[in-house]
């Protein structure tokens, strides 16, 4: 099959251009310069379809490095499956995601990755891959690191939050750190102060404080602040790539801007809730309409002024990437869970449809640039764990993952009814972006088009990765 995108302006993370893209089978086979007719002066006659995009961006499919699609959290199950979550990032021009499998304490990392690809496997909509979580940092986790590594799963997640669940402690951490660093992975963390959170809970649920908003007021900027300086530090003793994940205060972004005015190879990460959503406006809502909004790191105060602070910081690249920790709960019995005790009400919000509207509308309100919006949602994270130049890219050889976009459609995503993620509500109530993904392309096979989705299950491959390409 051959396609041929022309009159579009092409959006990479270096500006745009005016260009036709021509894909041949699975990949991107030319970029075509206006008035270049080296592939045949009626090259539009000999193609199998053509997309018209005049007046519309094409950019790289989206490259969501967050998610968590069935993750076993809180007595329950993320909503969300391979199949539905993939079908609905496709909806909203993600291409490719990479989701975390999960080692608990006590089982074997080999065992846990199986499981998650035996989840996956032909399920998926779009591409996929995975990091691994470590739960339970020992001797044999440790050398799975490195059989990992030779399997193209080439970073790691650490939780400094969670005591007694995923929590590693600095001993463990150390370790993990240090054998990543001889293996040439990325550590990612979750860096929020666990032990020191857990106090503040059980006091706030002693005084009878139970209202969902206590889940941000028990987990206050310092504890972010200071985890992630102790990351940095560990991590700085052992040489390895620290990627910081789900970034929300505006102080533990200021400690990852220090490290990288070091040229530490320290990175971060934060996601559209935190862009949009705050402690006062959504978790503060009356009775238990708040739990929508419950994660971690939590929303933080919009009177504090981090969301302004972070959006700087994604101009000034001290954070590189916007993934959406994709971590679906429904409100009936998931949620639920946690009426009348905050700390029981299982941390996530879904985002993974939205994240490429979201972001857009960063643009239109002048945060950042739209080669900025291609940079943070596909390139960068593509660079950042190994899939570049094969994603993240419209460039000859590259895969044909792209996304025809409108700026001037309009996207209501905030319907528990209309969106595709398998959630009974939205944490998007009342958002309407100014702009539209009118085409998905997903390896070559158009997967959306015209507001109908026309992939399959099990059309998205298992992507092996290569190391981080960012490293001083
Ligand atoms: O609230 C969140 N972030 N849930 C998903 C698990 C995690 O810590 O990323
Ligand atoms: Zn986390
Ligand atoms: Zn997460």
Not at 107 to 135: M, N, P, T
Not at 202 to 218: N, W
Not at 221 to 249: C, D, F, Q
């Amino acid at each position: 099959m051959t396609i041929l995108i022309k009159n579009g302006s092409v959006v990479l993370s270096t500006g745009a251009i005016q260009a036709d893209v021509l894909i041949d089978g699975e990949t991107i086979a030319a970029v075509i310069a206006p008035g270049d007719t080296s592939l045949g002066a009626n090259l539009e006659a000999t193609v199998d379809k053509v997309f018209d995009a005049r007046g519309k961006y094409v950019i790289p499919g989206g490259v969501d490095v967050h998610t968590h699609m069935e993750l076993p959290f809180g007595g329950t199950f993320a909503s969300d499956t391979f199949a539905t979550g993939t079908r609905a990032a496709a909806w909203g021009g993600t291409t490719t995601i990479i989701d975390f499998a999960v080692q608990k304490f006590g089982e074997r990392v080999q065992d846990a990755l199986a499981a998650w690809h035996a989840k996956a496997d032909g399920q998926c909509a779009i591409d996929y891959s995975f990091h691994q979580i470590i739960g339970g940092v020992d001797d044999d986790s440790l050398k799975a690191m490195d059989e990992l590594v030779d399997e193209g799963i080439t970073s790691f997640k650490l939780f400094m939050a969670y005591p007694g669940v995923f929590y590693s402690d600095d001993g463990q951490i150390l370790r993990a750190m240090q054998t990543a660093a001889k293996n040439g992975s990325t550590i990612m963390m979750h860096a929020e102060n666990g032990i020191a959170i857990d106090v503040l809970v059980q006091q706030a649920l002693a005084e009878g404080k139970t209202d969902p908003r206590y889940h941000s007021l028990t987990r206050p900027w310092e504890t972010e602040a200071e985890a992630t300086n102790r990351a940095i530090m560990l991590a700085k003793m052992t040489g390895t790539p620290l990627y910081i994940v789900h970034m929300s205060a505006k102080q533990a972004v200021n400690v990852v801007q220090q490290a990288r005015d070091e040229a530490w190879n320290v990175f971060g990460e934060t996601c559209p809730q935190y862009l949009y959503l705050s402690l006062e406006e959504h978790l503060s809502q009356p009775g238990f309409e708040g739990a929508k909004w419950v994660c971690s790191t939590p929303l933080r105060s919009k009177a504090e002024r981090h969301q302004q602070e972070l959006w700087r910081y994604l101009r000034t690249n001290d954070l590189s990437i916007v993934s959406t920790d994709h971590c679906p709960f429904c409100m009936k019995e998931q949620k639920e869970l946690g009426v009348g005790d905050f700390s029981k009400i299982p941390n996530g919000i879904g985002s993974v449809e939205h994240r490429m509207d979201l972001i857009y509308q960063g643009v239109v309100d002048g945060q950042i640039t739209l080669a900025r919006w291609v940079e943070i949602t596909a390139t960068t994270p593509a660079r950042m764990f190994g899939l570049y130049p094969r994603k993240g890219v419209i460039a000859p050889g590259s895969d044909a993952d792209i996304v025809i976009y409108n700026p001037d459609g309009r996207t209501e995503i905030g319907h528990e009814k209309t969106h595709h993620m398998n959630m009974d509500h939205s944490a998007w109530e009342g958002f309407n972006i100014d702009g539209h993904v009118d085409t998905v392309i997903s390896r070559g096979t158009v997967i959306v088009d015209d507001n109908k989705y026309i992939g399959s299950d099990g059309h998205g491959k298992y992507l092996k990765r290569g190391m981080n390409q960012y490293l001083i």
